[in-house]
């Protein structure tokens, strides 16, 4: 039409061959030689217009959270009578002008080599009808992964993870990053994060510091929350792995560390090499872990017999795996009620390591596991008969005589004396 308008200098002739008014070639023409132009069409009087300002009002009021359904009930209740789309695309555009300032803007957080080390925790598969946990920690330097399968996230669970993972990447770091669970955080009072005494006890063994993440922010520890996505990912049976149900809880901590040395191995999109090659030049940064756990919260210390890998609590009797026999376990009570179970923990080389959880069990009816004892003897009980005495002679004339075996022959009498 432009086009048109240039060659002839007629505005009518441009409309005549552009197939429009010359009133619209006018007001084109007029729009380009004041700069105007635009291939949106004009905009136009709408009826919610007038109700702008209290759509307003209640995004800032609801901090940009109000639905459009409710906004628009409030609207018909004010004389509105447009249509619910409107209204909806309205409060869209008022909520997205409202979020523009409000954005939270993340910066890189760029750490020291042995400083921080996150851990959060994920649901984990449900084994033999128990669900589990798993335990991701992630060294913020390195982006070294560790994940463990635990049972529970009480405090003497989260304890030996930690002594476990610390074990793992061969030291302590100085910072440990965290959610506000009641394991480390018992109350806030005043914004101030009040810590768990026995978390400050096992932080002080290891020299380490506790922080935790503002409550209900877990943008500020977002590398484990990551880690946390991803092992839940590949680990947790789901539609989208294929993955085979578990058929046991040491099924899942293979899986676990199957999955540590894949992660670790392969070379990371930000620092473009691998977690494992990191950790090697983190480890001079890192403090040295102490010899002995902290074992307080692991519950009381028992001695396996020598003999029967049995050991007794409270009255009851409960088995632990043969090759602890004469080893020191710590047996303590989780639970209430039905629930309540018996857990023995023992401390290896690799750190502390749940051996058995046994139900409650009552005097003289010991709690046990099968593969707790070593495999039966070949046979009955391994017994073979062993060979009769030889036949006895038939012309001794006590041959036939009752009993088992040769009887005496008979003694001879003695001659008496005169």
């Known amino acids: 039409m432009l086009e048109t308008f240039d060659l002839t200098g007629s505005l009518r002739d441009a409309g005549e061959l552009s197939g429009v008014s010359h009133h619209t070639v006018a007001r084109y023409v007029a729009a380009r030689d004041a700069g105007a132009l635009s291939d949106r069409a004009g905009a136009r009087p709408q009826l919610i217009e007038e109700y702008l300002p209290k759509i307003e009002e209640w995004v800032e009021r609801s901090g940009g959270k109000v639905r459009a359904d409710v906004a628009h009930d409030k609207l018909v209740a004010l004389g509105f009578t447009g249509s619910e789309r409107t209204t909806r695309r309205a409060v869209a555009q008022v909520k997205r002008n409202f979020r523009v300032g409000r954005v939270r803007v993340h910066r890189p957080w760029v750490t020291e080599p042995g400083m921080w080390v996150q851990y959060d925790f994920g649901d984990g598969p449900v084994i033999d009808g128990a669900r589990t946990t798993l335990f ?219 051996v058995a959880r046994h139900a409650r069990a009552t005097p003289g009816s010991p709690k046990m596991i099968d593969a707790h004892f070593p495999p039966a003897p070949p046979g009955a009980l391994g017994r073979v008969p062993l060979a009769g005495p030889p036949p006895r002679p038939r012309s001794w004339p006590w041959a036939t005589a009752p009993g088992s075996g040769w009887p005496r022959p008979p003694l001879r009498a003695r001659p008496r004396c005169a």
């Open 136 to 354: 991701i920690a992630w060294l913020a330097w390195s982006r070294f992964r560790v994940v463990l399968a635990i049972r529970d996230k009480t405090s003497p669970s989260v304890m030996a993870a930690l002594d476990v993972m610390m074990r793992r990447i061969g030291g302590a770091p100085t910072y440990l990053l965290t959610d506000n669970e009641k394991t480390v955080t018992v109350e806030h009072v005043a914004g101030m994060a009040v810590r768990n005494p026995a978390m400050v006890a096992f932080a002080r063994h290891y020299g380490l510091t506790l922080h935790t993440c503002q409550p209900a922010d877990p943008a500020s520890k977002g590398g484990s929350e990551s880690s946390v996505k991803i092992a839940k990912a590949d680990l947790v049976p789901k539609d989208t792995n294929l993955l085979d149900e578990y058929g046991s809880f040491a099924d899942l901590e293979e899986a676990c560390e199957v999955f540590c040395a894949q992660v670790n191995a392969r070379v990371h999109r930000v620092t473009r090499r691998a977690p494992e090659a990191m950790l090697a030049e983190e480890h001079t940064r890192l403090h040295p872990v102490p010899v002995d756990p902290h074992t307080v919260a692991f519950g009381l210390t028992r001695v396996v017999p020598p003999k029967t890998p049995m050991v007794t609590f409270e009255a009851g009797q409960y088995s632990v795996p043969h090759e602890l026999l004469g080893e020191t376990v710590w047996v303590r009570v989780h639970g209430q009620g039905a629930d309540e179970q018996v857990v023995i923990v023992h401390v290896g080389p690799a750190g502390p390591a749940e």
